[in-house]
C-alpha cells in the first residue's frame, strides 16, 4: 500500500511541472510585461513609483532575464517562499487573496459531487431495474434536459425565476454584512445558508450523466450468467444487486472521479461568474480582463494543482477499498 | 429476381410470416450502409434531429434570407419590444391569413415603463418570400426576397418573432446569424480535435508499448485538469484588436487544443480491438503495407464510431464557445454568436423587464439535444452486425 501511494506520488510531480508551465506561459502570454503595465496603471492614476522600487522588482521577478530564469524565480518563491508574487490591481500579494476563494471553490465541487452520487446512484438502479417503466422514461427525459442546459444558463433561470416570481435577489455567496467580514462561525454559517444553490445547479449535470451511464453499465451486468447464478441460488434481489452488479457497473465512476472533480470546478467558475459568487470564478475572469496575471496564473496554478490532488486522493482511497488496483498499480 | 417471383405467391397465402422473411432475406443481400440506415430510423428521436439540425443549418447558410431583418439594424422605438403577436382572428371575428396589427409605444403612466400597444386600425399580413430591405447574400449576391416579413418598411412596422434587444434590434434576426457562427465553430473545431485525435489516438493504438503510455498520459493530464479556467486564461490572451474571424479560428484552436483528448480515446480504443481481427492479420500476411492497412482495412470499419463519436463531441464546442462568449472572453460584439447575445441577459433588469432576452439559449439548447439524439442515434447504428 505504501509503495503504491509512494509510486502515486512520485508520478504526480511531472504533471505538476506541467501544470507550472501552463501556468507560467498563461502569466507571459499578454504582450509587454505585467511591471510596465503596472507602471502604467499607476501613472493613469497620477501616482509614480520611484525607479529605486521598480528596481527591487525588476531583480525580484528577473524580468531582464532569460525566459528559464524568470519561470526559476517565479516558481521557487512559491515553493520555498509562498510568494505567488502580487496582485497589482488589488495592491495585495495574491497569497492574501486566494486561498479563501479557492477553499470555496473546492468546497463547492466536492459537496456536488456527493450531491450527485447520492442522487444518482439509487436513481441509475431504480432505472435500470425497472427499464421502460414511467419513472425510467421520466429520468430519462430529465436528463436529457439537464445535459442539453449550459449550467451558467440553468443559473441564470434561477435568478430570473427569483427575481420576477419571488421578489428576491438571490446572487452572492454571503448575506452583505458578512461580504467582507473575516471569517468567523456565523459567517461559514452564513455561506453553508447559500451555497445550496451553486451545488444544485452544478449537480444537475454531474447527476444526469452518472444517472445514464450507470443505467447503460447496470443493464450489460444483469443480463451476464452470474447474476442468474446468484438469483438461482435463492439470494434476495435487492442484497443480489446491490452487492454484486451495482459494484461493477460503479467501478467507471470512481476511476475517473479526478475528471469529474476536474469538470466540476471548470463549471463552478462560470456558475460562479453568473451567480457573482466570492470564488475563484469571478475573481479570475477580473484578472484576465484586467491583466492582473500573477493573479490570474496562480488560480490556474492552485485550482489544476488541487484537483490533481483531489484524485490522488480519492486514487489512494480506492487502492486502499479495492485490492486489485493495488495490485496493478 | 427469381426469389422475389417466388415469394409472390407465398405473400398472398401466409401473409403473416411472408414479410419476415422477405426482411431477413434483404438483409442478407443489403450493403453495410443499408443495414446502418436501417438501424438508424429506428431512433426516433435521432431521426427527428436531422431535420432540427438540416432546418439550422439551412438557417446558418442562408441566414440572410432567412432573417427577416438586418440583424445591425436598430431603432429605440423598439427598445425591448415584445415578441409581435401574430394573429388569425382581427378585431371583427373575422377569420384570416396571418397578420400583425400595428404596434404603438405608449408609457405606462404610473411605472413609466414602456408599454407596446396594438393598434387594431392598421392591419399587416405576414406573408412568405416578401421583398424586404436589400441584402447581399454570402456579401456577394444582392437580393432582397426574405423567407417572411409584413409588407411594411422596418421604419415604420417591424414583426419580432421573439422580440427585440435592448437597443431595439430584432432578437430572431440576430439568433439566425448567431447561429452561423456558433454552429459552425462547434463543427470546425470538432474536425480539428479529430485531426488531433486521429493522429495521436491512432499512432497511440497502432503502435502501442512506450509511444501508447506518453500519450495516454498526456490525455490523463488533460483531464485532469480544470479546463475552463484554462480556457479563460488563453482566450483572454487574444488580442483585442484582432478581427473577428481571427478570434473565431483562436477559440477553435483553443477549444480542440484541449477537446481532442475525448477522440483520440475513442480512436485509440478502435485501433486497439481492430489490430487483433483476422481481416488486418490477413492483409498482413499477403504483404500489404502498413499504410495500406490501416486507411483500406482498418478506416473503413472504424469510420461510423468515429462518426458518432464527433456528432457527440459537437454539444461540447457548442457550449464552451457559448460560455466563453458569455463572461466576454470567448468572442465580442460586433460578433454576433449565441454567446454573446446571452451576455445582454447578464443583466437580470434586462431578464426581469424581457425574459425572451434568455431566447438565444433556447436556441443552444435545442442544438445540443439534437445534436446528442443524433450521436445517440449514430452511435447505434454504428456496428449494425451487433446483436
Known amino acids: 500500500m505504501l509503495q503504491y501511494i509512494l509510486r502515486r506520488v512520485v508520478l ?76 497589482f490591481e488589488w495592491g495585495k500579494p495574491v497569497s492574501e487573496l486566494i486561498w479563501d476563494r479557492i477553499g470555496v471553490t473546492m468546497l463547492i465541487s466536492v459537496l456536488t ?20 417503466s414511467f419513472l425510467d422514461y421520466f429520468m430519462s427525459f430529465i436528463s436529457f434536459a439537464a445535459l442539453g442546459t449550459p ?44 451555497i445550496w444553490l451553486p451545488v444544485v445547479i452544478l449537480a444537475l449535470d454531474n ?38 452488479p451495482v459494484r461493477v457497473a460503479l467501478n467507471p465512476f470512481f476511476s475517473t472521479v479526478g475528471w469529474t472533480l476536474a469538470a466540476l470546478v471548470s463549471g463552478e467558475t462560470l456558475v460562479s461568474v453568473v451567480l457573482s459568487y466570492q470564488t475563484s470564478g469571478p475573481m479570475l475572469l477580473r484578472a484576465l480582463t484586467s491583466q492582473d496575471m500573477y493573479l490570474a496564473g496562480s488560480f490556474i496554478l492552485l485550482l489544476s494543482t488541487l484537483t490533481v490532488i483531489g484524485t490522488l486522493i480519492s486514487d489512494i482511497l480506492l487502492a486502499w477499498a479495492d485490492p486489485r488496483i493495488r495490485m496493478e498499480g | 429476381m427469381a426469389t422475389e417471383e417466388m415469394q409472390r405467391p407465398l405473400d398472398a397465402e401466409q401473409p403473416a410470416v411472408a414479410p419476415e422473411r422477405i426482411k431477413a432475406e434483404r438483409a442478407y443481400v443489403a450493403p453495410q450502409w443499408k443495414l446502418m440506415y436501417w438501424r438508424f430510423r429506428k431512433h426516433k428521436l435521432a431521426v427527428a434531429s436531422v431535420f432540427v439540425l438540416a432546418i439550422f443549418y439551412f438557417a446558418v447558410v442562408f441566414a440572410e434570407f432567412v432573417a427577416p431583418y438586418d440583424p445591425e439594424v436598430f431603432s429605440t422605438r423598439y427598445t425591448l419590444a415584445p415578441p409581435t403577436r401574430i394573429h388569425i382572428v382581427d378585431s371583427q371575428g373575422q377569420v384570416r391569413l396571418p397578420f400583425v396589427y400595428g404596434v404603438k409605444r405608449e408609457r ?50 417591424m414583426v419580432f418573432l421573439v422580440g427585440a ?13 448567431g447561429a452561423r457562427i456558433s454552429l459552425t465553430l462547434g463543427l470546425v473545431g470538432v474536425l480539428l480535435s479529430l485531426v488531433f485525435g486521429i493522429i495521436l489516438g491512432g499512432i497511440s493504438g497502432y503502435y ?65 480491438a481492430l489490430r487483433e481481427e483476422d481481416f488486418v492479420l490477413a492483409a498482413r500476411l499477403v504483404g500489404s503495407s502498413e499504410m495500406r492497412i490501416i486507411l483500406r482495412h482498418m478506416v473503413p470499419s472504424f469510420l461510423s464510431y468515429i462518426i458518432a463519436t464527433l456528432t457527440l463531441a459537437v454539444p461540447g464546442m457548442i457550449l464552451a464557445e457559448t460560455g466563453l462568449s458569455f463572461i466576454g472572453l470567448g468572442l465580442r460584439a460586433p460578433a454576433i454568436s449565441w454567446g454573446v447575445l446571452l451576455q445582454e441577459a447578464q443583466n437580470l433588469r434586462s431578464v426581469a423587464l424581457a425574459p425572451w432576452v434568455l431566447a438565444p439559449g433556447l436556441a443552444v439548447v435545442t442544438s445540443i439535444l439534437a445534436f446528442n439524439f443524433l450521436g445517440d442515434g449514430l452511435r447505434d447504428a454504428a456496428d449494425p452486425y451487433a446483436r
Open chain 1, 151 to 194: 449550467s451558467f444558463l440553468v443559473a441564470l433561470i434561477f435568478l430570473w425565476i427569483a427575481l420576477a416570481f419571488f421578489g428576491v435577489n438571490i446572487s452572492g455567496l454571503y448575506s452583505e454584512e458578512f461580504v467582507s467580514a473575516p471569517w468567523s462561525m456565523a459567517k461559514f454559517l452564513n455561506m453553508l445558508s447559500h
Open chain 2, 208 to 272: 502501442g508499448g512506450v509511444v501508447d503510455n506518453i500519450v495516454q498520459r498526456v490525455i490523463e493530464f488533460i483531464r485532469s485538469i480544470p479546463s475552463i479556467p484554462l480556457w479563460m486564461g488563453l482566450s483572454a490572451a487574444l488580442p483585442p484588436n484582432w478581427p473577428v474571424i481571427w478570434v473565431y479560428f483562436g477559440i477553435t484552436v483553443i477549444l480542440s487544443l484541449i477537446g481532442w483528448t475525448g477522440l483520440a480515446r475513442v480512436v485509440r480504443g478502435r485501433f486497439l
Open chain 1, 207 to 244: 447527476t444526469a450523466a452518472v444517472i445514464r451511464t450507470l443505467r447503460a453499465n447496470l443493464l450489460d451486468e444483469l443480463n451476464k450468467p452470474y447474476v442468474e447464478t446468484a438469483r438461482a441460488k435463492g439470494l434476495r434481489e435487492t442484497a443480489l444487486i446491490w452487492k454484486y
Open chain 2, 108 to 157: 405606462d403612466p404610473v411605472t413609466l415603463r414602456p408599454l407596446f400597444v396594438e393598434d387594431t386600425s392598421s392591419i399587416h399580413p405576414v406573408r412568405l418570400f416578401v421583398p424586404g430591405t436589400p441584402y447581399k447574400l454570402w456579401g456577394i449576391i444582392p437580393a432582397e426576397v426574405r423567407l417572411f416579413g409584413i409588407d411594411a418598411p422596418p421604419e415604420e412596422q
Open chain 1, 113 to 132: 459531487l456527493l450531491l450527485s452520487w447520492v442522487i444518482a446512484i439509487p436513481a441509475g438502479v431504480y432505472a435500470a431495474t425497472h427499464q421502460y
Open chain 1, 12 to 87: 504526480m510531480i511531472p504533471t505538476l511541472f506541467v501544470i507550472s508551465l501552463i501556468s507560467f506561459a498563461i502569466i507571459q502570454l499578454p504582450p509587454g510585461d505585467f511591471l510596465s503595465s503596472y507602471v502604467a496603471t499607476l501613472r493613469q492614476q497620477g501616482e509614480d513609483i520611484d525607479a529605486a522600487q521598480l528596481a527591487v522588482l525588476e531583480e525580484q521577478y528577473g524580468l531582464n532575464q532569460p525566459i528559464h530564469v524568470q519561470y526559476w524565480k517565479w516558481i521557487s518563491g512559491i515553493l520555498l517562499r509562498g510568494d505567488w508574487g502580487r496582485s
Open chain 2, 165 to 177: 434587444d435592448r437597443l431595439g434590434r430584432d432578437l430572431f434576426s440576430r439568433i439566425v446569424f
